[in-house]
């Protein structure tokens, strides 16, 4: 069912996530907002069928963090399947949730464990991280919380990537007493048994077209593989984005393009798994500026 003209207004959420909502500029929720956030408040658990760019990290955020007690225990924990959602989600829950005195850190492995738990210590009241350091973190004893939320945020990702049973082992460490969401595009066998598992009684919900996705305009060009890139370069040039992202198959070939691209003119920047963590992150900060 589409329901038009939606408001924020229309939901339980506190004073200080309402305002959150405003700064952030965000003026009507989207579809898969509508639907999560009614349930998420009443308490419930919830497997929701939803791909990036649907809002989702808000439709669990902003329900969530209006809860957010003023103590400086962890009270919700994300488990992403990579650093780079990590940071995300906790850039972007922080940023909603400042008037609730939110403060998130992101753990995840290849960076130091001994800063993460500092942060941990000095006040962080949500957590987004990778399962690979969750699991050890919780299962040295190093990191010890009891969230009163759950989130698994693109699961069958996680799944794809070796992940469910470091996730049901982390499990292990959390309290019965929770509310438990996931997240996920696609719902594979493995992921609903995940669900079965971990969560209790949830509601399932599903949006149909993503109103986010829709908005984006989408256009293809048949070309020799020859002549990609002298193509790409007349399209990026023909109409020049503020900004773009470039697709490529292989690492080597966006480490190529992006030298190519910024010789012709076109200041461009590769990102990989190759690359340390730092220099990944200064490349979206460069790309964010
Ligand atoms: P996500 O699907 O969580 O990765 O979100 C995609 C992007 O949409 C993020 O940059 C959000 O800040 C933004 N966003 C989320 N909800 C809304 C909304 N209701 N209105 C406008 N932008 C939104």
């Known amino acids: 069912m589409k329901q038009k003209h939606a408001q924020f207004s229309q939901f339980d959420l506190s004073e200080s996530i309402q305002k959150g909502i405003v700064d952030a500029g965000f003026s009507e929720p989207s579809p898969i907002q509508i639907e999560a956030i009614p349930l998420v408040l009443k308490g419930r658990d919830v497997v929701a069928q939803a791909q990036t760019g649907t809002g989702k990290t808000a439709a669990f955020g902003l329900p969530l963090m209006s809860r957010l007690l003023p103590a400086s225990s962890v009270q919700i924990l994300v488990i992403t399947p990579t650093r780079e959602l990590a940071l995300q989600v906790s850039e972007e829950l922080q940023s909603l949730g400042k008037h609730a005195q939110a403060k998130a850190v992101s753990v995840y492995g290849g960076a130091s464990a001994r800063e993460q738990i500092s942060a941990l210590k000095h006040g962080a009241n949500i957590v987004a991280g990778t399962p690979g350091r969750l699991l050890d973190l ?146 979206l900060s460069s790309f964010r500026a």
Do not use: C, W
């Open 138 to 283: 919780m299962s040295s004893g190093r990191m010890k919380i009891e969230p009163s939320a759950v989130v698994l945020d693109e699961a069958d990702r996680m799944l794809d990537m070796g992940f469910i049973e470091d996730i049901e082992q982390i499990f292990e460490f959390l309290p019965d007493a929770r509310q438990t969401l996931l997240f996920s595009a696609t719902l594979p066998e493995r992921v609903q048994k995940l669900a079965q598992k971990i969560l209790s009684e949830p509601v399932r919900i599903r949006t149909q077209s993503t109103e986010t996705a829709a908005r984006i305009k989408q256009k293809y060009f048949v070309v020799s593989e020859n002549e990609k890139e002298a193509a790409l370069v007349r399209l990026l040039e023909f109409d020049p984005p503020d900004r773009a992202i470039v697709f490529s198959k292989t690492k080597r070939e966006a480490d190529e393009l992006s030298v190519r691209l910024t010789a012709r003119g076109i200041p461009s920047r590769p990102i990989h798994g190759d690359l340390e963590q730092n220099k990944r992150e200064r490349v």
